[in-house]
């Protein structure tokens, strides 16, 4: 089987003219160096020499085509040639749902561009308004049709927690992408950043952000129901970067957010069945993931009356359990 990971470029969204809630720009295009088409070969080139396998170049930083024309076209021109030679599989970007139209997705297609993801954040036009991201749900449905009518694979993210979000509002952004028929998603819990209109929502009193435990089991729910419709779920919880670490003052920050969700999961399935003992089947990669952070899904189950063995089957994927 071919193992495939991304080779990441970030590209700040310099002078981009929204002011979403949760982000503080000046933050992420201060610190980061925008990079030129020498650092799209290096990297690409670094990449290749170190790993066996295929990668996928991404450009990652939210406003892809929304950076200046010619900019982004000579990061394009930079990694077309080793998508051209099949040294690399594809070119993943990421964008703003009111950034597409048939014109850029033809640019993108002739660049050899192959997966395009969505910040959606949300589906629900007063919490997309709340947060002013200067977009509706209706750009979503456009921009994701027009994209799957083009041939690229779709990718949408959502946000969890953001002002005037609900559990009920999440869950309805879910079946919404589901609907959709995105083939990825991306879930990230509300993180409240230094200098953003969240932190002076949150100082007033306006928004209580919320906290890591609730976030994990509404994101525990949301990836089931991804998973079960056949949407690959590429990412929980934000990168544990330095800017983030520095910068959370508030919200869902937790370095292993997504080995949170894990466990939740597995304790899920687990508590689906009545206390007994029970044989508990998984990858021994996913040990981790069924004792929870400090024993905590041991502890609880044992103290619900269940009595877990756990064997090991390299057969089972990762994020398998198999119960007997
Ligand atoms: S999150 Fe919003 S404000 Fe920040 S770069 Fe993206 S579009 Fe601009």
New binding site residues.
Partial sequence: MIKKSNISIFVP?LG?P???S??D?RA?TGKQKAPDCDDVKQAIETALKSKNYKCELAFFG??FTAIERSYMESLLKSAYPYVKSGEISGIRIST?PDCIDEEILSTLKSFGVTSIEL?AQSMNNRVLELNR??HTAQDVCKASKIIKEAGFELGLQMMTGLYGDTYENALLTATSFIEIGCKTVRIYPTVVLKNTYLESLMLSGDFKPWGVEESVELCAELYEMFEYAGIKVIRVGLHSSSGVKENAVGGAYHEAFGELVQSKIFLNKILKYQPGNYTVWINKKSLSKLNGQKKQNLKALSEMGYVIKTEFSEELKPNELRIN
Avoid: E, K, P
Wanted: aromatic letters at 6%.
């Fill in positions: 969204h981009c929204n002011q979403c949760f982000c720009q992420i939210g406003s703003r910040g991201r200067g």
